[in-house]
């Protein structure tokens, strides 16, 4: 799969990105930064639809399904409410908060957290998850060791082209997890997410892309 980005809109180059408008969004965004969340949910909740309820009063500029399908739900330019109170300093020593009016985030379906019950691993939900999806792990900000339900190769293999068209477009300065900028308030996309070594072929594609020519470079002098 790989994407492109027309216009703050994304597009796949063998399939149509469905884009589900959600009302709740800012003011104008130069993104510098990529906040990675899990929504919490269970294969049966539509989040794209759900972000595009008023009510909902949250929303991120894409969703990312168990199957590896992406919904876009908010333009890049535009601030999206996914990253609430949060803060980070950058390369530099800039300090930021607020991180939605400076970051792009990407919801991926995934049920966060599980319990292990008499019957197996359950969702926060009481819904069962299969054992053969799950691994157990501490938080790195210290939450019991519980499940983490493993994020599928599809979502990974999604999530690696989006950020790499991502970084291609805008001038993104760091990939982070919302754990990473709330930490204690929040803690996806937790340790399934192995931000590490995401980072490593993000930035592994954007080496090769390089080689390409000007057109990246031309890119990042805006
Ligand atoms: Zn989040």
Not at 67 to 90: E, K, L
Not at 131 to 136: R, Y
Not at 163 to 179: F, L, V, W
Request: proline share 5%; glycine share 10%; net charge positive.
């Amino acid at each position: 799969m790989e994407f492109q980005i027309k216009d703050n809109r994304l597009a796949a180059t063998s399939s149509r990105v469905e884009f589900v408008r959600s009302p709740n969004i800012g003011g104008p965004l130069k993104p510098k930064f990529l906040i990675i969340h899990y929504t919490a949910s269970g294969p049966d909740a539509d989040i794209a639809r759900y972000f595009s309820q008023k009510a909902a009063n949250v929303s991120a500029h894409l969703v990312v399904r168990r199957d590896g399908s992406v919904t876009q739900c908010v333009p890049f330019n535009v601030i999206a409410w996914h990253a609430g109170q949060s803060q980070w300093t950058g390369k530099g020593g800039t300090r930021y908060s607020g991180l939605n009016s400076s970051a792009i985030g990407i919801e991926i379906e995934n049920w966060g957290p599980l319990d292990k019950g008499a019957g197996g691993w359950v969702s926060w939900t009481g819904a069962a998850v299969d054992g053969s999806k799950v691994v157990e792990a501490r938080h790195k900000f210290g939450v019991p060791n519980c499940g983490w339900e493993i994020f599928t190769s599809a979502q990974i293999e999604t999530v690696t082209a989006l950020a790499q068209a991502i970084c291609s477009a805008y001038a993104i300065e760091d990939i982070m997890g919302h754990d990473d900028i709330a930490p204690g308030r929040k803690s996806d996309p937790g340790p399934a997410w192995d931000m590490e070594a995401f980072k490593a072929r993000v930035r592994g594609g954007a080496e090769y892309r390089k080689i390409e020519g000007i057109r990246m470079q031309q890119r990042t002098e805006r």
